[in-house]
């Protein structure tokens, strides 16, 4: 069955420190990769996406993830946290003809001053 | 390009009402759409998808139901709100074919007194 497992609920990290957010996912064929952001009270914006090709992708806001098959992984990752980045992030996994995308639980996100 | 409208923002009724939640998608044609639900703490659970008029999948069996009367427009209904319908909803789409990315609209907060 396709899952997507967010292990840390919750992760505070001081503004300037580095983030990397944990995703593991369980899919049957190749999976499409999917990190969003939520505001409170707001939908979700896409941050990046991989498909194929280079297993390091970049998208919006400096963030980066790293699909890693092996380990089936797609961890978060930002070198320095600003305090506009307080929210919670999902991460999702669709794939070949899909119809449906699933999320895990999501991590909440607090920056310390 | 492609914008997404639901509505209401913010919704209370009471137990044993109906509801009723729409969206449209402005800008693609022939949009796969979804209604999700987000409880708190929980994460985003997939209610219903649709890859056509009058074709709705349900996801899990609750008390709700889907419709999509034409292309773009998916509308999320109860005939009688529990307690437990409450939540955030939001609706999404994405194209059909491999390899796309979906799309959120802003959410509808839903209040079950």
């Known amino acids: 069955a396709q899952s997507v497992t967010q292990p840390d609920i919750h992760i505070t990290v001081s503004e300037g420190a580095s983030l990397e957010l944990r995703c593991n996912y369980s899919?049957?064929?190749?999976?499409?990769l999917f990190w969003y952001v939520q505001s409170p009270g707001q939908g979700l914006q896409l941050l990046l996406k991989?498909?194929?090709?280079?297993?390091l992708v970049q998208g919006i806001k400096g963030f980066e993830a790293e699909f890693k098959r092996s380990q089936s992984s797609f961890n978060l990752r930002k070198p320095s946290v600003h305090w506009s980045d307080a929210a919670e992030y999902f991460c999702?996994?669709?794939?070949?003809?899909?119809?449906?995308?699933?999320f895990g639980s999501g991590t909440k996100l607090n920056v310390k001053p | 390009s492609q914008t997404i409208h639901q509505w209401p923002a913010t919704l209370v009724q009471p137990v044993g009402s109906p509801l009723s939640l729409e969206c449209t998608v402005e800008?693609?044609?022939?949009?796969?759409l979804y209604w999700y639900r987000q409880a708190a703490g929980r994460g985003l659970q997939l209610l219903f998808y649709?890859?056509?008029?009058?074709?709705i999948s349900s996801e899990v069996p609750q008390n709700l139901s889907a419709s999509r009367p034409q292309d773009r427009q998916f509308i999320l209904s109860s005939k009688k709100l529990l307690l437990s319908d409450s939540g955030f909803y939001l609706c999404?789409?994405?194209?059909?074919?491999?390899?796309?990315?979906?799309?959120f609209g802003e959410g509808s907060w839903l209040t079950v007194v």
């Open positions: 649709s890859v056509g008029i009058g074709q």
């Open positions: 999702a996994v669709g794939g070949g003809n899909f119809n449906k995308f699933y």
């Open positions: 800008g693609t044609s022939n949009p796969n």
């Open positions: 899919y049957g064929a190749t999976p499409y």
């Open positions: 991989y498909f194929s090709g280079d297993t």
């Open positions: 999404a789409w994405s194209l059909g074919q491999s390899g796309n990315t979906i799309y």
